[in-house]
Nanobody, 120 residues
Framework: QVQLVESGGGLVQPGGSLRLSCAAS????????MGWYRQAPGKERELVAL???????NYADFVKGRFTISRDNAKNTLYLHMNNLKPEDTAVYFC??????????????WGQGTQVTVSS
């Protein structure tokens, strides 16, 4: 099974930018749905953006216009480009693969994530 490793987090000032990377141990070419999720302290994990093979990505309302998800199949890497970061974007960010069949969709095991802290 493909393993995912997140990187690229750090400390950034409000209004700043970061690019997160999610490196896969195998090919992601045929994976239909790969997404970024985040979990802030004391809150539930939530979907940030979802890359859908062959169709448009989905974004949570709170990141629309600021974040862009993309994937490089040649590098087996998923990216999250984050602009105009706000303190409320502070969280641990995770990537994951969503497997769907006729019975529904489920996410795979979570990795370590990468910490993003937005603070002046």
């Amino acid at each position: 099974q493909v393993q995912l490793v997140e990187s690229g987090g750090g400390l950034v000032q409000p209004g700043g930018s970061l690019r997160l990377s999610c490196a896969a141990s195998g090919s992601i070419f045929s994976i239909d749905h790969m997404g970024w999720y985040r979990q802030a302290p004391g809150k539930e994990r939530e979907l940030v953006a979802l890359s859908n093979r062959g169709s448009n990505p989905n974004y949570a309302d709170f990141v629309k216009g600021r974040f862009t998800i993309s994937r490089d199949n040649a590098k087996n890497t998923l990216y999250l480009h984050m602009n105009n970061l706000k303190p409320e974007d502070t969280a641990v960010y995770f990537c994951n693969i969503e497997d769907c069949n006729e019975y529904g969709c489920r996410l795979r095991d979570w990795g370590q994530g990468t910490q993003v802290t937005v603070s002046s």
